[in-house]
């Protein structure tokens, strides 16, 4: 029995002896904190960023991001997901940009300007129209040419930008088209649908008369960007085009737009063109 004892003491002595041993290899190690490239809780990511300087569209950005084109402060990033904070300095192919509020600006386009941000040539651009519309650049979505009036928005919201002039998403445009004489009934059920332009397919959305004038004016729905696009499926049935305005582009309209003025869109317009798949 007494044997017994001592052995049973001996192992309760063991046993107090191995909290003192796990205690001590505990106070060898630390515990090693993993230091983040960019703090994921706040801060905007780099691609969400670029777009917002008006640049291009996020998917874009992640291209240029892969391919070397961004530093963070002097450094460079090809991090999907990478997150910008407040005091980063960003720079896009070594020129530094900064996020700024989205601005949406619909234009009422008059005759003689042409759609673009500047013209070696010296002629009148629609950016002078717009010129104290916001204090961030902003770029036209789409085109129309140097003779086409109306509707013409700006923003530098590149994902809304590239979602409008993209084709899949069918965005609609509604023009009047002033001809040079009165267009046949034949030749008017012939643009019905589809017609071959120059070689490739354009899908007319809808095609008539303007109601209460003459039969030289005609409306005509499309979702086609190419360029010229209405005057040419004109010329394809024989007939030119003396004059063409755009009076809807994605559900947006003329009314109480002058021609040569501007306004910014609405909050519920934004949401509405947001909302657009």
């Not at 500047?118 to 104290?132: P, Q, S």
């Amino acid at each position: 029995m007494k044997s017994n004892k001592n052995s049973s003491r001996g192992r309760q002595e063991g046993k107090s002896k191995a909290p003192l041993n796990r205690k001590t290899t505990k106070k060898t190690y630390s515990k090693i904190k993993k230091t983040p490239k960019s703090d994921e809780s706040s801060g905007i990511r780099l691609n969400k960023y670029i777009a917002n300087s008006g640049i291009c569209s996020r998917r874009e950005a992640d291209t240029y991001i892969e391919h070397g084109s961004v530093q963070v402060n002097g450094k460079l990033v090809t991090e999907m997901g990478y997150k910008v904070q407040p005091t980063d300095v960003v720079q896009f192919d070594g020129t530094s940009i900064s996020p700024e509020e989205k601005r949406y600006i619909l234009l009422n386009k008059p005759k003689n300007y042409i759609t673009t941000m500047d013209d070696d040539r010296g002629r009148k651009t629609v950016m002078e129209l717009v010129a104290n519309a916001s204090k961030e650049r902003i770029y036209p979505v789409g085109r129309l040419d140097r003779n086409t009036t109306g509707l013409l928005l700006f923003t530098n919201d590149g994902d809304l930008a590239k979602k409008l002039t993209h084709p899949k998403h069918n965005v609609r445009k509604l023009y009047h088209a002033s001809l040079d004489r009165k267009l046949d009934l034949k030749d008017l059920e012939k643009l019905r649908g589809d017609v071959i332009i120059e070689g490739r397919k354009v899908f007319i959305d809808a095609i008539s008369y303007v109601d209460g004038q003459p039969k030289s004016e005609v409306g005509i729905e499309i979702h086609s960007g190419r360029n010229r696009i209405v005057r040419k499926i004109f010329e394809h049935v024989g007939y030119k085009v003396n004059k063409l305005d755009r009076v809807i582009f994605a559900e947006l309209t003329k009314k109480n737009l002058p021609r040569g003025r501007w306004r910014a869109l609405t909050n519920l317009e934004i949401a509405n063109l947001q909302k657009m798949k």
